[in-house]
């Protein structure tokens, strides 16, 4: 067993709080601006409070847990979430969230709220959790989780520590965080820059389109572009497909299939790459008693209604679901230049007029897409440039990704240094964690037999009137 520091005492959670014993709202009597908390309003793992609502927003009839300002609320509804706050206000909450009232003469509850958040309680957690789909903690468990008691001062020292430490990290992560949309914001600059000619205007020699042009319209289009290049119609360039779903009430269809068929879980995963692999595998018997049909490696695929514009490039011969408009490209139009000139358009393609989002493309519309077409040695060489910087782009998320586990991994580590008592100095004359547990027990006993003395004088109030 690992030595504790000098003073310290390993215990149960129930030895210093009284996990399990709630106070119950009367809700017809909760006033409408009262707080009232549940789980869907904390952030998991930063703790971060998303939003403040009242009772009257809420209006919310279940039964409710009351809870007060500076007490710890533990979720224990899926608990890997760790959904850990301390209320800075009065206030009411779900029942799958445990108000913890520490005595604060001996345990600090920034103290208790940090320790619920370490990988030892965690892991304790996550091991003796039942229910699958939605595991919660016990009481029982609760109250025999293990606990590092310090001394007193130690404790808020300690926490004074981590809210230093930790306050540092969340600033470094919520910096992180904000790399994804710029990351997201430069392919969509790349994509731009690419339909409108300013990535090749160099080796073109003429001017570009101005910014904002969407290279796909419905009709023909006047907006000016490159003078090498021109407005086609799509399927003057592609022969248009669709698909189909083989019926799923004939087992024939889909038992041991291993026809590869696109769905619209397979395109979001796959949106502007590749796809090689499908979610669902129909027989070849499914297919030829359905209207879909196996399409050549080298398709583009566009989802046009439910999620309308994603897009993907079929790595080997494929089907698809009815959902989607199916591109084979001739010899004058690159597959994964078209794949682009959808990306970079899907925003004027699925919001239409007054901002409405469009929930489908039909048929009638998808024969009248025009695309801005430059000669197909330039689409290469579009090609060649947005790969490029959609590497770079790929690099940097693989870098970005390193650095959060990094961070996470930090928050843990300082947790573990701190409950080694590797923070702070101990502090001489600080009662030991022997006598805090002692004391914690004294005032427990002297609790409960007052609230048994005002039962009894309540009772016998009650007997008086009666």
């Known amino acids: 067993m690992e030595k504790l520091p000098e003073g310290w005492e390993r215990c149960r959670l ?220 799509l399927t003057e360039l592609t022969a248009l497909e669709s698909g189909h779903t083989p019926r799923k009430s004939i087992p024939e269809y889909w038992e041991n299939g291993d026809q590869y068929w696109i769905c619209l879980q397979d395109i979001r995963a796959a949106h502007g790459k590749v796809i090689t692999d499908t979610k669902y595998k129909p027989t070849a018997l499914g297919i030829d008693n359905s209207s879909a049909r196996m399409l050549p490696k080298g398709t583009v695929c566009f989802s046009r209604d439910i999620s309308v514009g994603f897009t993907t490039i079929m790595g080997k011969e494929m089907s698809t679901t009815q959902h989607f408009a199916n591109w084979i490209c001739g010899s004058a139009l690159n597959n994964f230049y078209l794949m682009y000139a959808f990306m970079a358009a899907q925003h004027d393609l699925t919001i239409g007029g007054q901002g409405t989002t469009v929930k489908t493309i039909y048929m009638p519309a998808l024969k009248e897409f025009y695309l801005v077409t430059p000669p197909i040695e330039e689409q290469r060489e579009i090609v060649e440039k947005v790969q490029s910087y959609f590497g770079m782009a790929e690099v940097l998320e693989a870098s970005l990704r390193k650095a959060q586990e990094h961070v996470d991994n930090i928050t843990q580590s300082i947790l573990a240094k701190a409950f080694r008592g590797e923070l702070v100095d101990q502090q001489e004359g600080d009662e030991s964690a022997e006598v805090l547990l002692q004391k914690i027990a004294e005032a427990r006993v002297e609790a409960e037999l007052l609230e048994k003395a005002t039962k009894k004088a309540t009772r016998g109030r009650k007997t008086a009137k009666a």
């Open 14 to 233: 129930g030895d210093v709080v009284q996990y399990g014993k709630t106070t119950k709202a009367e809700m017809s009597s909760v006033a409408d601006d009262v707080w009232i908390l549940e789980l869907e309003d904390i952030e998991k793992n930063t703790s971060k409070l998303l939003k403040r609502v009242t009772f009257a927003e809420r209006a919310s009839k279940s039964a409710k847990n009351i809870f007060n300002a500076g007490d710890v609320l533990y979720g224990k509804l899926r608990p890997y979430l760790n959904k850990v706050i301390i209320a800075q206000e009065d206030g009411i909450c779900s029942s799958e969230i445990i108000p913890l009232s520490p005595d604060s003469r001996y345990v600090d509850k920034s103290y208790l709220f940090y320790w619920l958040k370490g990988q030892e309680f965690l892991s304790y957690v996550d091991a003796v959790s039942y229910g699958v789909n939605m595991p919660r903690l016990g009481t029982k468990d609760a109250v025999n989780a293990p606990f590092l008691l310090a001394p007193k001062e130690t404790q808020t020292q300690i926490a004074e520590k981590l809210d230093d430490l930790l306050g540092q990290v969340a600033t470094i992560q919520a910096r992180l965080d904000q790399l994804p949309a710029i990351i997201k914001q430069f392919r969509q600059s790349v994509l731009v820059a690419a339909v409108t000619g300013n990535l090749t205007e160099a080796s073109r020699c003429s001017l570009s389109a101005e910014i904002g042009l969407s290279p796909i319209s419905v009709g023909p289009s006047k907006a000016k572009i490159p003078e090498t290049w021109s407005w086609k119609k």
